[in-house]
């Protein structure tokens, strides 16, 4: 997929320079046609061990299609919370069983076990480096949470939540919004703001929640793990009041660096080149930042604005402001390799274990090397539906 993409004129500026976002807007210019995803060959699903101990998990709810006699044999865990989300909720709601922590393990890191399969592990390790990933993008947004100009949000939807951090800290924002995170994973924290709650969801499926009654809905990092990203425009369309907001956030799958200094033979860009193609094989995308805004326009949004950050890998930069970035996005990069390579390299490329261990520690010693001046982006866009639809 390609597209004539907008850039920050920060970017065409030289390595190590303050970075100064771009803001685009969505305009008639039509990007390149994305193709339909070939049927992808069968993956080898993760195999599923019982864990030798049982953590003690938060309440959750897992939404249930009820429009057309939906049965289910699901029994309560002994919760008592029977729905978090009220009268108006779209979907019937049961407890969390024990089938949906029932996690898939390979190469001793831990999977999803509920919904689509997605090839990042969901174990503690990964949930530290998804953390310390939110305060990467916090330091590149000034400590903001999001960019569109919401005021008083009743309900607020944080699509793939993951460990939950940026649905806590917006409830501890906004204490009069009801503020509710879906994902295929329980692994939010027990000890969360009155308004939060948590629902075991695979944003893949058709959404449940009722139309027309969120103020806001943020996804985040949803590339490859979006099936259908024209249609989960337009599942975020739906569910939104009139006058309410959506905004994706999406870091871009890549190693730039405006001097060169990042050879293309370098494993760093064969990395990233291999991620994007398995993911295409197997029906995902790596890039579905520059398609957002006009995937929105499509569908109905209007005022749309994107903007492209830099994010610093490593303490090459001169500003502070980006060595710091760079520092904590240096070191999120090196907890991250393993999870983001390991299943996808073994179960989809068919690459021997061995062969993606060895892979693993020469992306690391790469990620290392001081005389690279490299770096991604992050892509901020959001829009809003009309006032009148």
Same mark, same amino acid.
């Given at each position: 997929m390609s597209t004539v993409e907008k850039s920050s004129s920060a970017e065409a500026g030289k390595a190590g320079e303050s970075q100064a976002p771009a803001v685009e807007t969505a305009s008639s210019q039509q990007p390149a046609a994305v193709a339909p995803a070939p049927t992808p060959a069968p993956i080898p699903v993760l195999g599923t061990t019982s864990p030798t101990s049982a953590a003690l998990e938060p309440n959750y709810t897992i939404a249930i299609d009820d429009t057309e006699n939906f049965q289910t044999d699901y029994t309560s865990s002994g919760s008592d919370y029977d729905s978090l989300y009220g009268s108006d909720s779209g979907s019937a709601t049961t407890s969390l069983t024990e089938s949906v922590k029932n996690y898939r393990y390979h190469n001793g890191r831990r999977y999803n076990a509920y919904g689509t399969q997605y090839f990042i592990p969901n174990d503690d390790v990964q949930q530290e480096q998804l953390d310390l990933f939110h305060h990467v993008f916090l330091l590149r947004l000034q400590g903001k949470l999001?960019?569109?100009p919401i005021e008083n949000p009743q309900k607020i939807m944080d699509v793939g939540t993951g460990t939950g951090i940026w649905a806590i800290q917006v409830a501890e924002d906004f204490p009069e919004a009801a503020v509710m995170g879906n994902d295929v994973s329980p692994i939010q924290p027990n000890w969360v703001p009155p308004n939060v709650s948590f629902e075991v969801d695979d944003f893949n499926e058709p959404w449940l929640q009722t139309p027309e009654s969120y103020?806001? =809905?943020h996804s985040r990092d949803c590339h490859a793990a979006v099936s259908n990203w024209p249609e989960f425009v337009k599942n975020a369309f739906h569910i939104l009041k009139p006058g309410g907001w959506y905004e994706s956030q999406e870091h871009t799958v890549e190693i *730039?660096?405006?001097d060169g200094s990042v050879p293309e033979d370098n494993i760093l860009k064969d990395w990233v080149r291999d991620l994007s193609d398995a993911f295409e094989r197997i029906g995902k995308t790596c890039h579905a930042h520059p398609y957002i805004d006009k995937w929105m326009e499509e569908t109905g949004f209007i005022n749309i604005k994107k903007q492209y950050?830099?994010?610093p +890998?490593? *303490?090459?930069? %001169?500003?502070?402001i980006d060595k710091e970035i760079g520092a904590f996005n240096l070191v999120n990069m090196l907890d991250a390799t393993e999870g983001f390579t390991n299943a996808v390299y073994t179960r989809v490329l068919g690459r021997g274990n061995e062969e993606v261990a060895q892979t +693993? %520690?020469? =992306?690391?010693k790469n990620l290392k090397n001081k005389s690279f001046h490299m770096y991604f982006r992050f892509c901020v866009t959001y829009g809003q539906k009309p006032e009148e639809h």
């Open positions: 999001f960019l569109a103020d806001f =809905i *730039t660096a405006d950050f830099k994010l +890998i490593g *303490t090459w930069p %001169k500003d502070p +693993i %520690k020469d =992306i690391r």
